[in-house]
């Protein structure tokens, strides 16, 4: 468990530092917020209706929860290095703080592993721009959701290169002129 704490503050501590982002605009969540932020993530868009119950660990490559599906909102095909470019242009109000989830790994029944930070949408785009020039700062290429802090959207990034969009209030054109 140290190693994923430690981890977590250094991801912290070397976006802020690397991209000179006040710790304002990207924080990580606090410790005792953490669990209750996954928990409304994962109850309103994991599937738990498979055998394994499937959390939110492989969502954005096995399905949503087939409430949320109904919602989709398109899965497009993007280049990992510049696709988050468009989040400016994808989420209405830009300076509104999101929440960004790097999926560590695991699954529901080994314990699924996410960080959590706060942006906004500015600084997430630095930090992703960083975060994929140095392979998530050495801790290897991850899957990760962009959520609205209302809880009214999801976007996930998978490992296969696919932008998975769900819920309502997402400007997707940017996608479909391409």
């Given at each position: 468990?140290?190693?994923?704490?430690?981890?977590?503050?250094?991801?912290?501590h070397?976006?802020?530092?690397?991209?000179?982002?006040?710790?304002?605009?990207?924080?990580k969540?606090?410790?005792?917020?953490?669990?209750?932020?996954?928990?409304?993530?994962?109850?309103?868009?994991?599937?738990?209706?498979?055998?394994w119950?499937n959390?939110?660990?492989?969502?954005?490559?096995?399905?949503?929860?087939?409430?949320?599906?109904?919602?989709?909102?398109?899965c497009?095909a993007?280049?990992?290095?510049?696709?988050f470019?468009?989040?400016?242009?994808?989420i209405?109000?830009?300076?509104?703080?999101?929440?960004?989830l790097?999926?560590?790994?695991?699954?529901w029944?080994?314990?699924e592993?996410?960080?959590?930070?706060e942006?906004?949408?500015?600084?997430?785009?630095?930090a992703?721009?960083?975060?994929?020039?140095?392979a998530?700062?050495?801790?290897g290429?991850?899957d990760?959701y962009?959520?609205?802090?209302?809880?009214?959207?999801?976007?996930?990034?998978?490992?296969?290169?696919?932008?998975?969009?769900?819920?309502?209030?997402l400007?997707?054109?940017?996608?479909?002129?391409?």
């Amino acid at each position: 468990m140290k190693r994923l704490v430690s981890g977590i503050f250094r991801l912290e501590h070397e976006v802020i530092t690397r991209c000179g982002i006040s710790k304002e605009h990207f924080r990580k969540v606090n410790g005792n917020q953490w669990e209750n932020i996954y928990q409304k993530i994962a109850e309103k868009y994991a599937d738990k209706t498979k055998i394994w119950k499937n959390g939110l660990h492989g969502a954005n490559v096995n399905g949503y929860s087939p409430k949320r599906m109904k919602k989709l909102l398109g899965c497009y095909a993007v280049d990992y290095s510049t696709w988050f470019y468009f989040l400016p242009q994808i989420i209405e109000d830009e300076n509104k703080m999101v929440y960004f989830l790097i999926d560590r790994g695991s699954d529901w029944y080994g314990g699924e592993r996410f960080w959590i930070f706060e942006s906004c949408i500015p600084e997430l785009v630095k930090a992703l721009d960083l975060l994929n020039h140095t392979a998530f700062l050495d801790n290897g290429w991850s899957d990760y959701y962009i959520v609205s802090k209302k809880y009214k959207w999801i976007i996930g990034f998978n490992h296969h290169d696919i932008v998975s969009c769900v819920g309502e209030g997402l400007n997707l054109d940017c996608f479909k002129n391409q």
